[in-house]
């Protein structure tokens, strides 16, 4: 059974794509607090680590795949600052934590954000800084090409039922299946 890193697996969305995906892969969830991980435990194949940097100790790895971020409105330079944080810096310290230890083949997969391509007002900050998480998707499958590792992110327009959540899990789902191992470097909009 091959294993994958979810990051953000412990939100809501992780509450859908976690239980999904442990049907077929053996899946390392890093936690802030050992509280937040509970709902989770109980599922077998589940491994908790309090820190990213403890996903080494399981390799090698098949997928990453990261759901971490936030939501906000504004554009004053704070939102800015809380957005880029919230959106783009877990994504460059998840991959920098398990980009060594990523088999050859292997995938990673982000969650971005319609609004990305939309860029409605109010949302200045929020928009910037997914659209700062698919450049970094699209970068990174360039620089993974030799090793054939896969870099695709899905744009939700909203993630804010089950239902939803579910659709997405099946999109992630089938960028970590054999069949998309041709797929990399796309900004897959989803209009849920």
Do not use: W
């Not at 990673?108 to 200045?124: E, G, M, Q, Y």
């Not at 990174?140 to 997405?168: C, F, G, Q, W």
């Amino acid at each position: 059974m091959q294993t994958i890193v979810i990051t953000g697996g412990t939100g809501d969305l992780g509450s859908v794509v976690v239980p999904r995906l442990l049907t077929e892969y053996r899946c390392i969830v890093p936690y802030r607090t050992a509280q937040s991980f509970e709902k989770l435990a109980r599922h077998e194949n589940l491994i908790g680590v309090p820190r990213l940097e403890n996903v080494s100790d399981h390799a090698p790895l098949y997928a990453l795949v990261h759901l971490a971020g936030g939501f906000a409105r504004g554009s004053s330079p704070d939102d800015f600052t809380k957005m880029i944080e919230i959106n783009l810096m877990p994504a460059v310290r998840a991959v920098d934590a398990v980009r060594p230890h990523l088999v050859d083949g292997g995938r990673i997969v982000a969650i971005s954000s319609a609004v990305s391509l939309t860029k409605p007002a109010a949302l200045a900050a929020y928009a910037a800084s997914k659209t700062a998480l698919n450049t970094f998707v699209e970068t990174l499958a360039k620089e993974l090409k030799d090793r054939s590792i896969t870099s695709n992110a899905l744009l939700p327009d909203t993630i804010d039922t089950d239902a939803k959540r579910r659709t997405v899990a099946e999109s992630i789902a089938r960028l970590l299946s054999v069949e998309a191992e041709q797929l990399t470097g796309q900004l897959i909009a989803m209009t849920l």
